[in-house]
């Protein structure tokens, strides 16, 4: 089973549609959890951190579920610039961060 | 904001050459790492380093790889002798250690190339 396994994708959606990204993570130790957006050739870069309680950052809701190990992101009212790969990220207990393959997403007019 | 830079942004290097990829973490960052991520594939953790030494790494990071603090500002990634399934972007990335959570800022890459 893969470390941390997310929707292959991709996501073709309109402007101003909702769309949801599923992740499972194998470790149940794992520590802290994360979604980047990773632009192409670019860096990944922090979208939000994912707690239990679940935790909404304007248009971005992500839940955590320890008990299914599964992750969520939620995004609503897509916006033309939400076009990029979301990697939901693993932490460790030594923080040696395990990504995701990565769920592309293209939002079109 | 402050950010965590890569130099260079691309190298070319023949197979068996070494490679030192350079990078200046945040300046109030204690932990440090290196990721690499080949073309189409996932972001692959290689090591962490803290105090010094290195604190994890992975099953990728082998005899060949080595990483150093030469300074109170750089933070390099040294590879002995490339191989073409080298070829890679490579992240440097930086957190504050504060416990539970804890955020890693990534740099822009460097882009190796073996031929």
């Known amino acids: 089973r893969k470390e941390v396994e997310q929707d292959p994708g991709p996501f073709n959606v309109p402007e101003g549609a909702t769309v949801a990204f599923n992740c499972t993570y194998s470790?149940?130790?794992?520590?802290?959890f994360f979604w980047y957006r990773q632009d192409c050739r670019k860096e990944p870069k922090l979208l939000m951190s994912?707690?239990?309680s679940g935790n909404e950052d304007g248009r971005f809701t992500a839940q955590l579920n320890r008990a299914s190990q599964y992750i969520s992101l939620l995004i609503r009212d897509s916006k033309l610039s939400d076009s990029a790969t979301y990697l939901c990220?693993?932490?460790?207990?030594?923080?040696?961060?395990?990504f995701g393959a990565g769920t592309r997403l293209t939002v079109k007019p | 904001e402050p950010e965590v830079t890569q130099t260079p942004s691309h190298q070319v290097t023949q197979m068996g050459q070494e490679v030192i990829l350079r990078c200046v973490p945040i300046?109030?960052?204690?932990?440090f790492y290196w990721y690499r991520q080949i073309l189409g594939q996932k972001v692959e953790f290689l090591v962490s380093f803290y105090n010094n030494e290195i604190s994890e790494k992975s099953e990728i990071f082998d005899d060949q790889f080595s990483v150093e603090r030469p300074d109170g500002s750089n933070f390099t990634l040294k590879i002995r002798s490339t191989k073409l399934e080298d070829s890679a972007m490579y992240f440097c990335?930086?957190?504050?250690?504060?416990?539970?959570?804890?955020?890693?800022?990534f740099g822009p890459g460097t882009r190796l190339t073996v031929l």
């Open positions: 300046s109030n960052h204690l932990y």
């Open positions: 994912v707690y239990s």
């Open positions: 990220v693993v932490n460790g207990l030594l923080n040696d961060m395990r």
């Open positions: 470790n149940s130790a794992s520590q802290s």
């Open positions: 990335a930086s957190s504050d250690g504060v416990a539970g959570g804890d955020t890693q800022y």
